[in-house]
Each structure stands twice: as structure tokens, then as C-alpha cells.
């Protein structure tokens, strides 16, 4: 008898466990949504596109003017599937990797209302996709491309998306 309501006991922790687990997840990633790595609109899109053009200073030893060059990436995924569960875990890595080369990241929802994928080159499923200057220079197109940017040990970004 002592075994049976034993067991009943575990089996009643697991089911718990599993459920907390679940909403905690659930709550993570409606935070991570609703945050400033994420873009919510196609206006919050354009605005953070325009944020890609180069700019130009002058430097003040020599005078010459020189090119700072600016790339963003978008990962377009949907907010409800299992990746973007895994990118809550993998995004402060990815956006460190980006960071140190002076490349700003953010998340949007591939459903999102006007979203054309035409425009951004999305055929299918979740896409990082790299913009300078407002043009698209690369578009990788599945959960296995963009987990091989986030896992490389190499930190080079650039160099990474190029090979893939």
C-alpha cells in the first residue's frame, strides 16, 4: 500500500513539475516578445532597417574621412514554435557574438501583419536575415543555418554567414 501511494506521490510531482516548467517557458517567452530584442511592427522593421546605413566621420589626428559600415541582423521566426523557445537560451550569445562586431540583432515574428517575405527574401520557415545599407546582403533560411551561426565557437559572425 505504502509503495502504491508512493508512487501516486511522484507521478503527482512529475505532472506538477512538467506543468511549472511549462509556464515558466510560456512566461519567458512573452517577455522575450515583448522586448526591446524583439520587433513587434513593420514600422519598429523599418525604423531598425534604417539603423544599416553607413555613416561617415572625420577622424581627428588625420583629418581623412572614413566609412563606419552598420549591419543588423533580423531573425524572422514564429513567436510560438519550439526555436523560438530555443533562441530564448541561445539570444544573449548570438546578440554578444553580434555586438562585438558591431552588429545589432533583434528578433521579429514572421506572422506579422504586412510582413511581405518577398521583400526580405523569406521563402520558408524561420530566416536570419543580414542587412547593410538597407540592402539585403544574406539570407539563411532554416532553423539548422541559423543554430550553426548561434553553436560556432568561431566568433566571426560575417565569416560564419558567408560559408553557409
Known amino acids: 500500500m505504502e509503495l502504491k501511494k508512493l508512487k501516486e506521490k511522484v ?7 512538467k506543468e511549472s516548467s ?6 519567458s517567452k512573452t517577455k ?10 513593420m514600422d519598429e522593421v523599418e525604423a531598425f532597417i534604417d539603423k544599416s546605413m553607413s555613416t561617415d566621420f572625420i577622424e581627428k589626428k588625420t583629418g581623412k574621412t572614413k566609412t563606419f559600415q552598420h549591419k543588423i541582423i533580423i531573425i524572422f521566426l514564429d513567436i510560438e514554435s519550439d526555436f ?8 544573449p550569445l548570438l546578440v554578444t557574438k553580434a555586438f562585438s562586431q558591431n552588429i545589432t540583432l533583434k528578433l521579429a515574428d514572421i506572422h506579422m501583419p504586412w510582413l511581405h517575405k ?4 523569406i521563402k520558408w520557415g524561420p530566416s536570419l536575415v543580414l542587412i547593410e545599407n538597407k540592402k539585403i546582403i544574406k539570407n539563411l533560411e532554416g532553423e539548422e543555418n541559423i543554430q550553426k551561426v548561434v553553436k ?3 566568433l566571426d559572425i560575417n565569416k560564419t554567414i558567408a560559408t553557409l
Open 11 to 17: 507521478a503527482t510531482l512529475s505532472t506538477s513539475l
Open 84 to 91: 523560438f523557445s530555443q533562441m530564448l537560451y541561445q539570444l
Open 22 to 27: 511549462s509556464s515558466a517557458l510560456n512566461y
Open 152 to 154: 560556432t565557437l568561431d
Open 32 to 41: 522575450l516578445a515583448a522586448s526591446r530584442f524583439t520587433l513587434n511592427t
Open 118 to 121: 518577398a521583400a526580405y527574401n
